[in-house]
């Protein structure tokens, strides 16, 4: 199984993003799927989450700000991030929401700058 996460960038603190991630040799759909995050120096955290049937799950520091949702047709999940602040930023990554996780891949960068 392959995850090709892409949509980071330089964003201004108070701007948006989304992100997108393309799983590819999986069964997508029969999969709880989450978007991860890993700061300069931290340890990687869970984000968001959301299960088969479409409930959503978010940490605190998002709640609010980000929507995940995923489209099962195309294989793919997506993180809408809105009203970004600088202690979002991080290289974000997606895989399995629980259970044993896929190989990590190169995850997408996200800045934001204050």
């Known amino acids: 199984v392959q995850l090709q996460a892409s949509g980071g960038g330089l964003v201004q603190a108070g701007g948006s993003l989304r992100l997108s991630c393309v799983i590819s040799?999986?069964?997508?759909?029969?999969?709880?799927m989450g978007w991860y995050r890993q700061a300069p120096g931290k340890q990687r955290e869970l984000v968001a989450g959301?299960?088969?049937?479409?409930?959503?799950d978010y940490i605190d520091a998002v709640k609010g700000r980000f929507t995940i949702s995923r489209d099962n047709a195309k294989d793919t999940l997506y993180l809408q991030m809105n009203s970004l602040k600088p202690e979002d930023t991080a290289v974000y990554y997606c895989?399995?929401?629980?259970?044993?996780?896929?190989?990590w891949g190169q995850g997408t960068l996200v800045t934001v700058s204050s």
């Open positions: 895989n399995k929401r629980i259970g044993r996780r896929y190989s």
């Open positions: 040799g999986g069964i997508f759909e029969n999969d709880a």
């Open positions: 959301i299960s088969v049937e479409g409930t959503t």
